[in-house]
Nanobody, 125 residues
Framework: QVQLVESGGGLVQAGGSLRLSCAASGRTFSSYTMGWFRQAPGKEREFVAVKSWDGGYTYYIDSVKGRFTISRDNAKNTVYLQMNSLKPEDTAVYYC??????????????????WGQGTRVTVSS
């Protein structure tokens, strides 16, 4: 079992930055592939970024490439999402998700059994 708690969301102007954090419980965090997803009002939850459990694979959706960076600190049981050059279309509730030694596919919501409660990001124009 893994419990996930996100933090770091908020209101920011377009062009600004936020860093989301996701703290995980448990002693085997390093064995979990960690993903970030987001859900905008009236839309489906969508994949944003992933860092594989062994750190060897990182992937982003095209719309955030070059602006967002996912990283993990296994000593702190935490995964981060650094978001720069934010745009109004990045407005959503952001969720972190975990899957034990998931080796793909990484974009599917149903591959992740553990989810945080979400943190809201609002980007004003």
């Amino acid at each position: 079992q893994v419990q996930l708690v996100e933090s770091g969301g908020g209101l920011v102007q377009a062009g600004g930055s936020l860093r989301l954090s996701c703290a995980a419980s448990g002693r085997t965090f390093s064995s979990y592939t960690m993903g970030w997803f987001r859900q905008a009002p009236g839309k489906e939850r969508e994949f944003v970024a992933v860092k594989s459990w062994d750190g060897g694979y990182t992937y982003y959706i095209d719309s955030v490439k070059g602006r967002f960076t996912i990283s993990r600190d296994n000593a702190k049981n935490t995964v981060y999402l650094q978001m720069n050059s934010l745009k109004p279309e990045d407005t959503a509730v952001y969720y972190c998700a975990a899957a034990y030694k998931l080796a793909g596919p990484y974009k599917l919501v149903n591959k992740y059994p553990y989810w945080g409660q979400g943190t809201r990001v609002t980007v004003s124009s």
